[in-house]
């Protein structure tokens, strides 16, 4: 199957340096729209969708391979190889950090730096870390999305959106879940909200960006204290935002943030 093809993949620009974009949870390659734009006279911009997202094969979709976010971590090094065979900066939103972190063990070569943007390498409270959830929490979610997922979608995603000024971005992410074969969302739902992938926190020695919301019921600022605290080689940078994706919500504070750690990164 083509590469291309199974992910949808689409590149622009034409830069010397080619920047990877992976979108987070029920969303598709579209949802980096705002930020884009900026980058595209200096860098090759590639955009694509995760499989079981947006305009990926969805026959492509295997329950088995995308049992662990590490399916879509092989997909990733494919998909950088398909495209390029020098070192990519890496942008992932939400899950697809985590899957960009798991890529960059795996393959370090394969990244110049990572910016994560609303990562957490688990959503569970354990012990002193404080992911932002109980595990009681994250089950009831979890069988709420089987129950009722496009309920869920409908109730939740305004929340995960945040930006209570913007509301037609609530309304765009809801119809954006409500998309999503029900059955691959729930799947992929327990994936990432029940992973735990703090162990490879340490392994990478990328350098990255951890770019967070002030105000993130997903992904509280503790996530990001600790995980700066826990990589070799990573900066934080909290921005003034509600919400759970900044570079719909405040798109113009996620390219300063991002340009200021591209110019200090060299």
Known sequence: MSIYLRNNIQVLGKGPVPIVFAHGFGCDQNMWRYLT???EDRYTIV??????SGKSDLTAYDFEKYSSLKGYATDLIEIIEEVT????IFVGHSVSATIGLLASVQAPEKFKCQ???????????????????????????????D???????????????????????????????????????????????LSDHRDALAKSTTPALILQCSDDFIAPCT????????????????IDNVGHCPHLSSPDASTKAIENYLSSDG
């Open 37 to 39: 734009p900026s980058f």
């Open 147 to 193: 129950s009722n997922y496009l309920g869920w979608s409908s109730s939740m995603a305004p929340a995960i959106m945040g930006a209570p000024d913007q509301p037609e971005l609530g309304v765009e992410l809801t119809n954006s879940f409500c998309r999503t074969d029900p059955e691959i969302a729930k799947h992929f739902a327990r994936v990432t909200f």
């Open 47 to 52: 955009l694509f969708d995760l499989v079981g």
């Open 85 to 88: 065979d020098q070192p990519v």
């Open 223 to 238: 996530v990001g204290q600790y995980m700066h605290d826990t990589m070799a080689d990573a900066e934080l940078c909290i």
């Open 115 to 145: 910016i994560m943007i609303g990562p957490s390498p688990c959503y569970i409270n354990d012990g002193d870390y404080i992911g932002g959830f109980s595990r009681a929490d994250v089950e009831e979610l979890c069988d709420t999305i």
